[in-house]
């Protein structure tokens, strides 16, 4: 998915779909989490590529 111009849209995404305020909402929750555990960045991030699956979100 690539972004399709500054209107917020990724192309196959229709324009009801706010990209940024998803994005900045995850990046918001994340962050807390993180600082409640006090995880380093390369913790975090190993989490995040190995431990957390996304597809069991949906």
């Known amino acids: 998915m690539t972004p399709n111009g500054p ?9 009801d779909v ?3 305020a998803i994005k900045k909402e995850a990046e918001e929750a994340l962050l807390a989490i993180f600082k409640k555990h ?6 975090a991030r ?9 597809s069991e979100l949906m």
Do not use: F, S, T
């Open 18 to 20: 706010d990209v940024k």
């Open 38 to 43: 006090k995880l380093n960045w390369h913790k």
């Open 7 to 15: 209107d917020r849209i990724i192309q196959g995404m229709g324009p």
């Open 46 to 54: 190993y989490i995040l590529d190995k431990v957390v699956d996304l």
